[in-house]
């Protein structure tokens, strides 16, 4: 069964450095999507992404993240420079973008630690 | 504000019971429902769609109820390996660019 695969499982970086989170989502998938979880919170909506550009993004995804397709298979996540509060852990996801109820599947996800 | 709301648990029960998950959203013009589970430390796994007329599978069964903006999940017969987070998710815009919106979580633990 096809499924979402992300690297790396677990990033441990300092406060003010750059990382970037990788993902493959399923192949015949066409929308993919960037969710993030605190250790105890709620999953929380980041970013979608169709066609190459953005489709909507969160009040969280602010200047410090960006998201990027650079071939016909990764998706990324870059997050500029990290702070404490980015500690959490993020989810990939992807949709074949079918009616009608537009399944999403998740990858299983990168533990960012941030020091 | 767009909620999700779910029962707070935790729900612990014994083996073979039927136990039973409600949840309520407040966004009228939701398009899409979901039950994820969602074991400690993984990613959340898709268990079913929920669709208006309500759907079945196996010993999984969910219920929609769009005046009342509620959604249920009911699962009979519960096994141990049932025990997880069972997360309610409804896509409030509608159409695969938009985002899900997750319930905090409802706790199951099944006992011997």
């Known amino acids: 069964e096809p499924e979402v695969t992300q690297t790396p499982s677990h990033q441990v970086t300092q406060m003010g450095q750059e990382v970037i989170l990788r993902c493959v989502p399923i192949?015949?998938?066409?929308?993919f999507y960037w969710y993030r979880q605190i250790l105890g919170q709620k999953v929380e909506f980041l970013v979608s992404f169709y066609n190459n550009e953005i489709s909507e993004k969160s009040e969280i995804f602010d200047d410090q993240f960006s998201v990027e397709r650079p071939d016909g298979s990764n998706f990324t996540l870059k997050i500029r420079s990290t702070k404490l509060e980015d500690s959490a852990m993020y989810f990939c996801a992807s949709s074949a973008g079918t009616a009608p109820v537009y399944e999403q599947y998740f990858g299983p996800g990168t533990r960012l630690t941030v020091t | 504000r767009k909620e999700v709301e779910q029962d707070p648990g935790p729900f612990n029960v014994p083996e073979g019971a039927t136990v039973a998950f409600n949840c309520t959203y407040s966004n009228s013009a939701s398009q899409s429902f979901f039950w994820y589970r969602q074991d400690c430390r993984k990613e959340p796994k898709l268990l079913m769609s929920?669709?208006?007329s309500g759907n079945e599978d196996g010993r999984f069964t969910a219920q929609l109820n769009r005046a009342s903006q509620y959604i249920s999940l009911l699962i009979r017969d519960s096994k141990l390996s049932d025990s997880a987070t069972y997360l309610c998710v409804v896509n409030m815009d509608g159409g695969s660019q938009g985002n899900l919106i997750f319930g905090k979580g409802t706790k199951l633990s099944v006992k011997p």
């Open positions: 929920v669709y208006s």
């Open positions: 192949s015949n998938h066409l929308y």
